[in-house]
T-cell receptor
């Protein structure tokens, strides 16, 4: 992932709308991806994961899409709620298999 | 099930001083990780333990950082001496296993220790 310093990309959505958070990864050998949610003052919390032999996986109100051709990952949140406000990180396992590499994060702000 | 416990939550020190952080992973989790998270960035792995052995410490600045997990359960991370650029949140995480089994790779994070070096 890229280092975006203090200025995280921000996505602002209206409560009830759907949110789409995007992530690009660089390692074509990565074969396992995870989305984490991090609220202020807390550690990252697991949301959903996907292996590279899948292109879509659904959870409760969340869907992860994987496009290996362009090395792109997205997290879709349906009916976004104020409690979804947080920073979202994608992470992937490197080709050695055991080191999780985090992207720079996207801040999601939900307007009531 | 209790989560990953870390202490202290906050620490303020002056540069060149020493500091230590403590982590107690989820019971039964074999793998323990320490991450450094600088403001506005994603966590960066410092060191990974499998039970009481080091699996990966390639990104640990070994001239000043050290970590141990003597009995394969809780762990301490130490910085000696601290520099201004060490100001960050230090996160501990644990997972059932360091293997590539899908569920066993999920890492569970503590709330972190926020370090400010003045």
């Amino acid at each position: 992932g890229e280092n975006v310093g203090l200025h995280l990309p921000t996505l602002s959505v209206q409560e009830g709308d759907n949110s789409i958070i995007n992530c690009a990864y660089s390692n074509s050998a990565s074969d396992y991806f995870i989305w984490y949610k991090q609220e202020s003052g807390k550690g990252p919390q697991f949301i959903i994961d996907i292996r590279s032999n899948m292109d879509k996986r659904q959870g409760q109100r969340v869907t992860v899409l994987l496009n290996k051709t362009v090395k792109h990952l997205s997290l879709q949140i349906a009916a976004t709620q104020p409690g979804d406000s947080a920073v979202y990180f994608c992470a992937d396992y490197n080709n050695a298999g055991n080191m999780l590499t985090f992207g720079g994060g996207t801040r999601l702000m939900v307007k009531p | 099930e209790a989560g990953v416990a870390q202490s202290p939550r906050y620490k303020i020190i002056e540069k060149r001083q020493s500091v230590a952080f403590w982590c107690n992973p989820i019971s039964g989790h074999a793998t323990l990780y320490w991450y450094q998270q600088i403001l506005g960035q994603g966590p960066k792995l410092l060191i990974q333990f499998q039970n009481n052995g080091v699996v990966d410490d390639s990104q640990l600045p070994k001239d000043r950082f050290s970590a141990e997990r003597l009995k394969g359960v809780d762990s301490t991370l130490k910085i000696q001496p601290a520099k201004l650029e060490d100001s960050a949140v230090y996160l501990c995480a644990s997972s059932p296993s360091g293997s590539r089994s899908l569920a066993k790779n999920i890492q569970y994070f503590g709330a972190g220790t926020r370090l400010s070096v003045l």
